[in-house]
């Protein structure tokens, strides 16, 4: 059997199994076109439980290359693009059949943040212009559409992050301007929103560095909370910081726009008595890189790993080098317990038309392994038919999706990496 495990944005996974026979030859993995072109772009992307993706960018850059379908069309004043659109921004691709079909979003998902609940059902909130207080839910059903909730949210969220909660609630933090956090769906006995002041701090004048924080839920039922350069532990339904942990050795800031990508380990040790938990956060733009980029200075990504286990009672950092530098890399945890690091850019930053020299060479980071000999990179595709490139500039575009898309500067196709074992 092959494992098949497919690009991914930040916090989306999406793992397929499957016997395949386009396997390109390359060592360690390879390349598989899916859809030549979808005709959206997978700015965002989710895996539901009924294997079917989810996918959507932003409302307001004009056209799509997918019609909506029976003639349907968004009136929406609101819009800053156009005003009566007749295309899809998401759409539903279909693993099992390799189909896929147009999705009907409402309000602007650009830059959202999204989690998926208990049962199955994808709450995505926030993004920008009329969409930035709503909330969107998604049910995984065969002809299930986006569901709309204005104002659902106490503030607006643009570059927030969502992580599910045991309780079955999302807390949704950060974003644009917003030092705060909330939950959703709402109880009648809390206020709204609960002030973060460590977004305060981890704010860099004019550049932030501090969206899409990485946000795990530790072992101990507290929220690790890692914005800009370094990390909280935070007891949210109290609201305290019950551990500050140190700065990342060098103080590089790797949060949006100098963004890098951050997991958390597969958990080894369920057995013991007190069970450990480690995150790694890797690549991201040295600081200024963004100001640097907009006067056409492309400086060269960070190329380090930061490895901490957040359960020791004095965290360190351990740091490793990767194999090529990376900003707006995404990393997802492989079935095997390997890390998938893949997608972004060696030079540049996150952001408008702001990065330069994409990296075509997923890498796997062995964990387990030692220290030294956990990188190993795969071979990018050398045989992906040439796709149509839309008008728009592909890093902007692709700045939190596939890899597919850097892959071939193909903003609308969809491609699958696949790791032999
Ligand atoms: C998508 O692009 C193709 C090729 O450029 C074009 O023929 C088609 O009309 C486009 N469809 C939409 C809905 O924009
Ligand atoms: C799952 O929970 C959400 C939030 O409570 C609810 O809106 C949705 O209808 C539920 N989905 C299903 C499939 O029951
Ligand atoms: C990044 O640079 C800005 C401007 O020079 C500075 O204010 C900020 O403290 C720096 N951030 C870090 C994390 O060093
Ligand atoms: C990327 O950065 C490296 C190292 O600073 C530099 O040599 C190279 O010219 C840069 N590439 C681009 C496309 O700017």
């Not at 959703?184 to 701090?201: H, I």
Request: proline residues 7%; charged residues 15%; hydrophobic residues 40%.
């Amino acid at each position: 059997m092959t494992r098949t495990a497919m690009l991914s944005f930040l916090f989306w996974q999406l793992i397929i199994l499957s016997a395949n026979p386009y396997l390109t030859d390359a060592a360690g993995g390879g390349w598989q076109l899916l859809q030549k072109c979808i005709g959206v772009s997978a700015m965002h992307m989710q895996l539901l439980n009924n294997d079917r993706v989810v996918i959507f960018d932003r409302t307001d850059f004009g056209a799509s290359n997918l019609s909506l379908p029976n003639g349907k069309c968004r009136n929406d004043p609101n819009d800053q693009a156009l005003k009566v659109d007749c295309t899809a921004h998401s759409a539903e691709y279909n693993v099992a059949t390799n189909t896929f079909r147009a999705l009907f979003v409402q309000t602007d998902t650009w830059c959202s943040s999204g989690a998926v609940m208990p049962n199955g059902t994808l709450i995505q909130t926030g993004g920008s212009n009329d969409g930035d207080q709503n909330v969107r839910i998604f049910k995984p059903c065969p002809r299930c559409d986006w569901i709309e909730m204005s104002n659902a949210l106490a503030a607006r969220r643009w570059y927030a992050t969502n992580h599910i909660l045991p309780n079955g609630r999302i807390i949704i933090i950060g974003g644009r301007r917003q030092f705060n956090y909330e939950f959703y769906p709402k109880s009648n006995d809390a206020p709204n929103a609960y002030s973060l002041p460590f977004l305060v701090q981890t704010n860099d004048p004019n550049i932030e560095n501090n969206l899409y924080p990485f946000v795990f839920l530790n072992v101990d039922g507290n929220l690790f909370i890692f914005a800009n350069n370094r990390a909280i532990l935070l007891d949210y339904a109290n609201n305290i910081v019950v551990k500050t942990y140190p700065q990342i050795p060098g103080g590089d800031p790797r949060s949006y726009p100098s963004t890098g990508s951050a997991v958390l380990l597969p958990l080894m040790n369920l057995e013991a008595q007190s069970v450990e938990a480690e995150v790694l956060v890797c690549g991201g733009a040295p600081n200024g890189s963004y100001t640097k980029a907009t006067k056409g200075n492309f400086v060269s990504a960070l190329n380090t790993c930061a490895r901490i286990k957040i359960t020791d009672r004095s965290p360190q950092w351990v740091m490793e080098t990767m194999p090529t530098p990376r900003v707006m890399g995404d990393m997802t945890l492989l079935p095997n317990g390997n890390v998938l690091i893949i997608n972004g850019a060696a030079n540049g930053s996150a952001g408008w038309e702001s990065a330069r020299n994409p990296v075509l060479n997923p890498v796997i980071y062995r964990p387990n392994n030692a220290l030294g000999s956990r990188f190993r990179v795969t071979k990018p595709d050398y045989h992906t038919p040439n796709v149509p490139i839309p008008r728009q500039s592909y890093f902007e575009m692709v700045e939190y999706s596939l890899a597919v898309a850097i892959l071939k500067a193909a903003t609308y196709s969809l491609m699958c990496f696949t790791q032999q074992n």
